[in-house]
């Protein structure tokens, strides 16, 4: 079974530019997750799709910004990039949200260095 | 205040020895607990979850949750080279898709 996959798996843009990022969950999972892992930050919570909805947006600006397609794939679009926005952005697919604990899996994560 | 405070480290050890991660945390909603161990330039991969208090064992991994004092751990036992990576602590606070709220991670080091 093949696992979260993410596009590109580097990227060089310089301040002010647009990025877009792409996520394919695991085959049945509905829910995506974006996280922010900065130098010396830790894995910060970006966004939650579930069923092609936002559901929940952590503590970033709007510039940050997202959607799911019916087919649960997820796009990252981070607008009028800034020094601070060079991280590894990762997705993370869980199976629904409801029942009892299921696990995120994570994808390799796309590199993002801002100049 | 972070909700999840973790040591970042690093943590350097002789392969064979016990190592010991911990985690506190200051949200007393948090149920689920979660160890992901992150090798560089890869994506985090659970290693285990826990959700009462007490002791779960995976092998040479166990986790141990104590929420009176709010604090977690992970012990390796017999550690290899092979467990050198970054070791993430990370909690949420139902079994609703909620986001996981993340610890810095510790460098862990396992030396021949």
């Known amino acids: 079974e093949a696992g979260v996959t993410q596009s590109p798996t580097h990227l060089i843009k310089t301040r002010g530019q647009q990025v877009t990022l792409r996520c394919s969950p695991i085959?049945?999972?509905?829910?995506v997750y974006w996280y922010q892992q900065a130098l010396g930050l830790g894995l910060q919570f970006l966004l939650w799709y579930d069923e092609g909805e936002e559901r929940n947006r952590g503590n970033f600006p709007p510039r940050f910004s997202g959607r799911q397609f019916p087919n649960y794939s997820s796009e990252l679009n981070v607008n009028a990039l800034e020094l601070e926005d060079s991280a590894l952005y990762l997705c993370a697919s869980r199976l629904g949200t409801s029942g009892s604990y299921n696990e995120q899996f994570f994808g390799p994560g796309t590199r993002l260095t801002v100049l | 205040q972070k909700e999840v405070e973790q040591d970042p480290g690093p943590l350097s050890v002789p392969e064979g020895a016990i190592v010991s991660l911990n985690c506190t945390y200051s949200?007393?909603?948090?149920?689920?607990f979660m160890w992901y161990r992150q090798y560089s330039r890869k994506g985090p991969e659970l290693l285990m979850y826990?959700?009462?208090?007490g002791n779960k064992e995976d092998g040479r991994f166990t986790a141990q949750v104590d929420k009176s004092s709010k604090y977690i751990s992970l012990f390796i036992r017999d550690s290899q080279p092979s467990d050198s990576a970054t070791y993430l602590c990370?909690?949420?606070?139902?079994?609703?898709?909620?986001?996981?709220?993340f610890g810095k991670g510790t460098s862990l080091l396992v030396t021949p």
């Open positions: 085959s049945g999972h509905t829910s």
């Open positions: 826990t959700y009462s208090s």
């Open positions: 990370a909690m949420k606070n139902s079994n609703s898709g909620y986001a996981l709220n």
């Open positions: 949200n007393s909603a948090f149920q689920y």
